[in-house]
Every structure is written in structure tokens, then in C-alpha cells.
């Protein structure tokens, strides 16, 4: 059983650019890779759960999602930092399924794959929906105030939740 880093994907791990289809696009935020780099060496596994309802909008593909994501396993590739499993919602919201983030089913998605150690587990996100869903599996879970996250500071501090302004910065606040 092995303590996750269980992370966003846009606004997180890389730049945010609305309905993400071009894998040209991509750029690592920053801090991703030196934040990331010290989580695996404690031996965290890092796994991608991402909402993607630009699938079930019809702006994007299933093929794009999965483009940019071997773009991102590539750049990371690159610095020695690997991702254990990628987990992506393609429902829009009206369509109520279980997966979408405040949901659960990516969590458990990726739990059916390596046994996770949830007391030991983090989440990060810039939105409310990543750090909802990751407290309601009880995990200790902060808001990134890069992507959307500026938006939800005051949200954050009402709530008592943790802010970190990069991925090297969580690794700072919870190793
Ligand atoms: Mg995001
Ligand atoms: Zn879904």
C-alpha cells in the first residue's frame, strides 16, 4: 500500500489553456517537476485525475485527451519523473456520473491498480471540485493557486484549506 500524490492536470501540472487539444501546447507549470521529483523520492506514487468534459461537450476527443497526456508523460519523461496511471472524466457535468471530480471514480479507478495508503495521500488542484474530492476521501488536500486557482484563495482560506503556489511548494509544506 503506498501514499499517492494524486494530482490535477491543467492548472496543475501544466498550464491551463481552455478545452487543452494541441500537445504543442503544453508546458509544465513550474516547480511541477522539482515538487514531483521530491514526492517519488519518498516513495508517493503520482497519479493524474482529470476532468475532461470538453470530450462530452464535443470540443475535444478522447484521441486529444490522450495526446496531450503522452506530451506531458514526455516532457516529464525528460526530468526523470514518472506518472503511475492517468485517470480522466469525459461526462459534462449534466450527465451525473460518478467520475467527474468532486466525484470519486477516478480515486477508485486508480486505486484498483496499486492499493493506496489514503492517510498518507494528497490531492492538488486548482479548483474547489479537485480539493472537495479529495477531502471527502479523507485525504489532506491543497489548493495551487496557478490556473484557476487565484480565483479560490479566499474560498481556500475560509475552508481552512492549505494553499501552495507550486507543485515544489507542496512538496515544501507536506514532506
Ligand atoms: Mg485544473
Ligand atoms: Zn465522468
Known amino acids: 500500500m503506498d501514499p499517492h500524490l494524486f494530482l490535477d492536470r491543467d492548472g496543475t501540472l501544466i498550464r491551463e489553456e481552455n478545452y487543452l487539444r494541441d500537445p504543442d501546447l503544453v508546458v509544465l507549470e513550474n516547480g511541477a517537476v522539482d515538487g514531483l521529483l521530491r514526492f517519488a523520492?519518498?516513495?508517493y506514487r503520482l497519479v493524474v485525475v482529470s476532468n475532461q468534459s470538453g470530450v462530452g461537450r464535443g470540443l475535444i476527443t478522447e484521441e486529444d485527451v490522450i495526446a496531450v497526456n503522452c506530451r506531458v508523460r514526455q516532457l516529464l519523461a525528460q526530468q526523470?519523473?514518472?506518472?503511475?496511471?492517468w485517470h480522466h472524466c469525459s461526462h459534462r457535468p449534466?450527465?451525473?456520473c460518478n467520475c467527474r471530480k468532486p466525484g470519486r471514480g477516478l480515486f477508485e479507478e486508480a486505486a484498483k491498480l496499486h492499493p493506496?495508503?489514503?492517510e498518507r495521500s494528497l490531492m492538488v488542484g486548482d479548483k474547489p471540485s479537485d480539493v472537495q474530492a479529495g477531502l471527502s476521501l479523507g485525504m489532506a488536500s491543497a489548493l495551487i493557486t496557478t490556473g484557476y486557482g487565484g480565483k479560490h484563495i479566499e474560498w481556500a482560506q475560509q475552508h481552512g484549506i492549505p494553499i501552495v503556489h507550486s507543485l515544489d511548494d507542496m512538496a515544501d509544506q507536506f514532506i
Open 80 to 85: 526523470r519523473v514518472s506518472i503511475s496511471s
Open 94 to 96: 449534466d450527465q451525473g
Open 116 to 118: 493506496v495508503d489514503w
Open 41 to 43: 523520492a519518498i516513495g
